[in-house]
């Protein structure tokens, strides 16, 4: 059976199994609720509110490094535009962590003759305590390194060159980036002396891609850099020929305790208690060093923040109030995310939630937690996106965006409203994440969809989100 048919299959099957739910969606509905649900999308058809946020935050703060006066900046900016929008207890919750700061890299094949190359520490990365050279050693994929003999890599540079594919989902990247986030500690454990990566990004520029690493707490890590797409090619074509290649490195890092904060809101409904716990929106409010974060993740906060506008009205009818959560130090390993499990793990009082990380392409499918037994209200959503474009699939369960995500092993539904990523991860991390790859018209769809979403979770009674 090809895949399609399976999906044909798997969804008729899920929907015959929750038609009494299907009956009951209609019913979780009320034609207050579905009035107003057309008033929003109309209202977001027209709103620019989302690009306006996403524009000021690129414009007024630029890059935010985690950690950073930069974003304290954005911090205090969000803050400020919350309280404006008219959210309630608009507030900060602070947390330590690790801070990772790139100094300088400078990277050059030597031999067979010198090209300089271009690259960006990992984050993570020890620096090189002086400038190394070594001879470089090949892999296609992680297999390929686990596979190798130690002997063969120690004192060697490990060059992982295993390209990302294209793909309209977040498959791609899912599976390309387990070269970057343990390929360095794998190369650490067969004694390699330093770990260059081929970017995971699917452009084929100059542009080298940031991002995270990890390695075992009891592991010395070793220097870790990604070379631009171009210069990994360039690489493996000298590597194909007879002499071998040998790379200068020079990498510069500091790591020391840091300070963020996660920024929260609440747009309070007049129906609702403490005892119904709400639903969240999210972003994060940090990027890379690299670019001016507009795409990862400016969109995501003035989407977010657009959202809970668009919902203004319509309070009256929330039984459940709409938590905006913007979190900090996202792109160091989750860290804001980690710490808001850890200040709520007690009483972490939502119900559903959605985050919005992944580039400003058009929504095009929504992911259940799931799939196998859609709840009447997740139901009632996918009926709600049908207009916008955007379609209900039950090909694999949601994972939520990487904070939220964090928060389904504590009981809290998490879903996927997923863009069209195809073009996302040539500037992904990198100096092209600019505003002019950020559209403004897609982000309309944005706000009306997580306005939706929201709208449908905060006001249908308890029975329909189960
Ligand atoms: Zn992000």
Not at 196 to 215: E, F
Not at 242 to 261: F, K, Y
Request: proline content about 5%; charged content about 20%; glycine content about 6%.
């Amino acid at each position: 059976m090809n895949a399609s048919a399976l999906l044909t299959l798997l969804f008729a099957a899920s929907l015959d199994a929750g038609a009494a739910h299907r009956v009951e969606s209609a019913a979780c509905v009320t034609d207050e609720v579905r009035s107003a649900l057309k008033e929003v999308q109309l209202a977001a058809a027209i709103d620019d509110r989302a690009y306006r946020w996403t524009e000021r935050l690129v414009l007024d703060v630029g890059a935010r490094p985690a950690g950073t006066e930069a974003e304290a900046r954005a911090r205090a900016w969000a803050l400020r535009e919350l309280a404006a929008a008219g959210l309630d207890e608009v507030r900060a919750e602070p947390f330590e962590f690790a801070r990772w700061t790139e100094e300088s890299v400078t990277a050059s094949v030597r031999e067979p003759v010198q090209h300089a190359l271009r690259a960006v520490a990992l984050g993570g990365s020890p620096g090189t305590s002086a400038p190394l050279r070594a001879t470089v050693i090949r892999f296609a994929s992680m297999d390929a390194l686990r596979a190798a003999d130690p002997r063969r890599v120690a004192g060697r540079a490990v060059f992982l060159d295993a390209p990302m594919a294209r793909t309209r989902d977040r498959t791609g990247y899912r599976s390309a980036v387990q070269a970057r986030l343990d390929g360095p500690a794998l190369a650490a454990t067969k004694g390699a002396a330093a770990f260059v990566l081929r970017s995971v990004g699917t452009d084929r520029t100059r542009q080298p891609h940031a991002g995270m690493t990890r390695h075992a707490a009891d592991q010395a890590p070793i220097a870790a850099v990604a070379l631009s797409v171009a210069d990994a090619e360039l690489m493996a074509r000298l590597l194909a020929g007879s002499q071998p290649v040998v790379i200068d490195l020079d990498v510069r890092t500091t790591m020391a305790r840091g300070s963020s904060a996660n920024v929260r809101a609440e747009l309070r409904g007049a129906a609702a208690s403490d005892r119904n716990p709400s639903v969240v929106l999210a972003a994060h409010l940090d990027s890379w060093h690299v670019g001016t974060g507009a795409s990862d993740d400016a969109s995501g906060v003035g989407t977010v923040m657009a959202a809970a506008a668009l919902l203004q009205p319509y309070r009256s009818l929330l039984r459940r109030d709409v938590s905006v959560i913007l979190f900090g130090a996202e792109e160091p390993g989750i860290a804001g995310g980690h710490a808001y499990i850890d200040a709520h793990r007690a009483n972490l009082n939502h119900v559903v939630a959605v985050e919005s990380d992944l580039g400003s392409g058009r929504l095009w499918r929504m992911l259940l937690p799931d799939p196998q037994h859609p709840t009447p209200a997740e139901l009632a959503i996918a009926a709600a996106l049908e207009p916008l474009g955007i379609a209900l699939s039950l090909a694999m369960p949601s994972i939520g965006g990487p904070d939220v995500g964090l928060m389904a092993a504590h009981g809290v539904r998490v879903y996927d409203l997923d863009p069209d990523a195809t073009d996302y991860f040539d500037i992904h991390h990198t100096d092209e994440d600019t505003l002019e790859h950020v559209s403004a018209l897609n982000l309309r769809q944005h706000a009306a969809a997580l306005a939706t979403f929201a709208l449908i979770a905060a006001t249908v009674e308890d029975r329909c989100l189960h």
